[in-house]
């Protein structure tokens, strides 16, 4: 059984950084898909970040949603068991609750964690 847990979240002033951390365990797959959502109050949840860990380290493919793009990044060298989501250069529409999230097949996010609230005022 997978289990994916959070943590990092806070509150930042708007042109702050935060770094959020994932740690995944009880997965067996050879190579996994982890993706970090969010959601505000009011919105869709939507994916900012996803990178996908084969076996090899060296391995490691990222992609990023527009809103995000060149403010977050998923840090190298992410072993398959714990992910990081750095954040920079903050903004009021960055507040909202962060999911770490998990897939074997990179389609289907059948594994989440608790989420973690980031709030940027």
């Known amino acids: 059984h997978v289990q994916l847990v959070e943590s990092g979240g806070g509150s930042v002033q708007p042109g702050g950084s935060l770094r959020l951390s994932c740690a995944a365990s009880?997965?067996?797959?050879?190579?996994?898909?982890m993706a970090w959502f969010r959601q505000a109050p009011g919105k869709e949840r939507e994916a900012v970040a996803t990178i996908y860990i084969a076996f090899r380290p060296d391995d490691q493919r990222t992609h990023y949603a527009d809103p995000v793009k060149g403010r977050f990044t998923i840090p190298p060298g992410n072993a398959t068991n714990t992910v990081s989501l750095q954040m920079d250069s903050l903004k009021p529409e960055d507040t909202a609750m962060y999911y770490c999230?998990?897939?074997?097949?990179?389609?289907?996010?059948?594994?989440w964690g608790q989420g973690t609230q980031v709030t940027v005022s």
């Open positions: 009880g997965y067996t797959y050879s190579s996994i898909c």
């Open positions: 999230a998990a897939s074997g097949n990179c389609l289907n996010y059948n594994y």
